[in-house]
């Protein structure tokens, strides 16, 4: 995501670099420059007007054009502005009440069923005991994957017998959580392809009738404007306390993760970064901004490193790499390593696009590859594994025939397997006490 805005983003910022000292009429050229980048990411025409109006006040009142670094002033605003659209802090859930209820609600297709999922899951691991309500009574085959989502979570679920409607769902939702000891109940309530009137009372006398704590509005962040219509609708019906942004880890132009919370006036609580259900997390404005303006994600991607890796095997690889005694079995478990974090290319998104990392937002990830290389490692005897040097052409074959892939693959693999470890002979022991505090 971002990928358009961030590289027109970059683009504005280094012609104002080549230019020295800038002009007043560069600025704006600029600013212009920006505007028609924001728009094009499908931000909103309501959110973008306000904001370049403000980034000009700051721009040409902050002596950017006496500055012997503009394009850095310029940048550090524009961060500001973008941190201040985007809004404060995602908050965790608030519960009250026994039990407390959160209420999901949004378009179909937004991703609730999931997100109540992950909402669940985040809150069995802080130690508390929730129950999925299936309130979404329209939708063919809803109240199953709610089933198969609680399951996956390790939470139960509660439908609707025969001729119940979604009042006597919720109401026994609540029965069943006071009668088992489960301290929260999350509704995950129908949705329709557009905003409509039978669907906006449903919600609203639901809302009225159990009172919940958090109303969340579960918006899909491909579908750019229109969830941020929707949101507005949503909001001038039920009381919302915050929005959950799902399939951030999508190709989406950006538009609605910078629009939604301006125009819905409410703030974003979570987004959803992957189709895991551990992949829910707390939304970082800060975090964001950086994103959108090429300066990466590292406190993100530290955080994934210290909940996915495992910190002994890391250390114990490092160590095999800086020894020279790395053989294709570590390569394999080195790429396993990396697949718990999620997909690669989310990851080099959280690099800083700059210096030497300049050209990672050019480069196209084949996570197939990677599969197919642990698929040729597995295919291999220990021996093979550990003394490539013995592959001859019809041991070769065997292994590309055993992982489906072919002798030019297999090749390739054992070609990059030797650059590496070149590389790692110009390396020095001190980098793993450097890295692991050994």
């Not at 509005?217 to 404007?225: E, S, Y």
């Not at 690099?351 to 990392?357: C, E, I, Q």
Request: contains cysteine; positive net charge; aromatic residues 4%.
């Amino acid at each position: 995501m971002f990928e358009g805005l961030q590289s027109r983003l970059d683009g504005v910022f280094r012609k104002i670099k080549g230019e020295g000292k800038v002009s007043e009429s560069v600025l704006k050229a600029a600013l212009r420059e920006i505007r028609l980048a924001l728009l094009e990411a499908d931000v909103h025409y309501r959110v973008v007007k306000p904001f370049v109006k403000r980034l000009e006040e700051r721009a040409l009142g902050e002596k950017v054009l006496e500055s012997l670094t503009p394009d850095q002033q310029v940048i550090k605003i524009v961060r500001d502005e973008l941190i201040g659209l985007l809004g404060e802090e995602g908050a965790e859930l608030r519960l009250s009440g026994h039990p407390a209820v959160v209420m999901l609600c949004g378009l179909q297709g937004s991703g609730k069923t999931t997100t109540a999922g992950k909402l669940a899951l985040r809150l069995r691991s802080k130690g508390r005991h929730p129950l999925l309500g299936a309130c979404d009574l329209q939708r063919a085959a809803a109240v199953e994957q709610l089933r198969q989502v609680g399951e996956q979570a390790g939470v139960p679920v509660v439908g609707p017998d025969d001729g119940k409607d979604v009042f006597a769902v919720a109401e026994l939702a609540l029965k069943e959580a006071r009668e088992t000891g489960r301290d929260v109940v999350i509704l995950d309530t129908a949705g329709r392809l557009h905003v409509d009137a039978a669907l906006m009372e449903e919600i609203r006398q639901l809302a009225q009738r159990f009172e919940p704590g958090e109303i969340l509005f579960v918006a899909d962040a491909m579908t750019g404007q229109d969830a941020v219509k929707s949101a507005e609708q949503f909001a001038s019906t039920v009381p919302l306390t915050g929005v959950v942004l799902t399939k951030l880890d999508g190709d989406a132009r950006g538009g609605a993760a910078l629009s939604i919370r301006s125009v819905a006036r409410q703030p974003i609580r979570f987004v959803g970064v992957g189709e895991k259900l551990e992949n829910l997390e707390p939304f970082h404005p800060e975090r964001m901004a950086s994103r959108i303006l090429g300066m990466g994600d590292v406190l993100s991607l530290i955080e994934k490193a210290e909940k996915g890796l495992d910190t002994e095997e890391s250390r114990r690889l490092a160590e095999r790499m800086v020894r020279n005694q790395f053989t294709l079995e570590d390569l394999r478990d080195q790429l396993r390593q990396m697949r718990k974090l999620g997909p690669l290319s989310s990851l080099l998104e959280m690099l800083p696009k700059a210096g030497p990392l300049r050209g990672l937002d050019n480069v196209e990830v084949d996570e197939g590859r990677l599969r197919r290389i642990e698929a040729m490692i597995d295919s291999m005897t220990p021996e093979e594994r550990r003394k490539p040097a013995v592959l001859d052409g019809s041991r070769k074959r065997r292994v590309a025939r055993g992982s489906g892939t072919s002798v030019q693959e297999v090749n390739q693999l054992l070609k990059q397997y030797k650059g590496v470890q070149r590389m790692m002979k110009g390396m020095k022991k001190g980098w793993v006490k450097k890295a692991f505090g050994g």
